[in-house]
Antibody, heavy 121, light 107 residues
Framework: QVQLVQSGAEVKKPGASVKVSCKASGYTFTSYYMHWVRQAPGQGLEWMGIINPSGGSTSYAQKFQGRVTMTRDTSTSTVYMELSSLRSEDTAVYYC??????????????WGQGTMVTVSS | DIQMTQSPSSVSASVGDRVTITCRASQGISSWLAWYQQKPGKAPKLLIYAASSLQSGVPSRFSGSGSGTDFTLTISSLQPEDFATYYCQQANSFPPSFGQGTRLEIK
């Protein structure tokens, strides 16, 4: 079945970097854009950016410009999200989510299970 | 950027009730609007896309309507499994943006 499986929980110190993976299966990896969305504890959903798994092009939210990098590996159908210069406010669950159509900002029909990233000294 | 505002922020209802949640966009987004359901500790689940299209596998008691700037999600007869938080998302342009969420609680 179509699914996205993310890497496990991470605990990082302030100033460090974290890299979260999201492995796709059950569909043609290069045919659907992938987004990253995060959710701080008890808070709402925040869009971080998008990657085109076909060509690797990316677009990031202004808030994360310069700190986030999204990449993909077509040989393993995996996308990655790396966030650097971590601070306590980055403590959140990070989700990858597939776009349902060829319209890049369209609804997200498949979500990963989420990866909890905790930033603490 | 397009701002999305949901109302109410929370609502209490009983099993069998009809519930409506509203979402307003700060500018017109045609029908590029999605609704999600999220339960504690779980990823969001797509319910409605293109304002009124039901995602495969979603019960027909969920429906969406609206276009332009004003949208609604209606649950026709609440079931115990529907108590959750609901989010709208504008899917018209970048950056995609979400409403702040509506928590649906048991009365």
């Amino acid at each position: 079945q179509v699914q996205l499986v993310q890497s496990g929980a991470e605990v990082k110190k302030p100033g460090a970097s974290v890299k979260v993976s999201c492995k796709a299966s059950g569909y043609t990896f290069t045919s659907y854009y992938m987004h990253w969305v995060r959710q701080a504890p008890g808070q709402g959903l925040e869009w971080m950016g998008i990657i085109n798994p076909s060509g690797g092009s990316t677009s990031y939210a202004q808030k994360f410009q310069g700190r986030v990098t999204m990449t993909r590996d077509t040989s393993t159908s995996t996308v990655y999200m790396e966030l650097s210069s971590l601070r306590s406010e980055d403590t959140a669950v990070y989700y990858c989510a597939r776009v349902r159509s060829s319209h890049p900002p369209d609804a997200f029909d498949i979500w990963g299970q989420g990866t909890m990233v905790t930033v603490s000294s | 950027d397009i701002q999305m505002t949901q109302s109410p922020s929370s609502v209490s209802a009983s099993v069998g009730d009809r519930v409506t949640i509203t979402c307003r966009a700060s500018q017109g987004i045609s029908s590029w609007l999605a609704w999600y359901q999220q339960k504690p500790g779980k990823a969001p689940k797509l319910l409605i896309y293109a304002a009124s299209s039901l995602q495969s596998g979603v019960p027909s008691r969920f429906s969406g309507s609206g276009s332009g700037t004003d949208f609604t999600l209606t649950i026709s007869s609440l079931q115990p499994e529907d108590f959750a938080t609901y989010y709208c998302q504008q899917a018209n342009s970048f950056p995609p943006s979400f409403g702040q969420g509506t928590r649906l609680e048991i009365k």
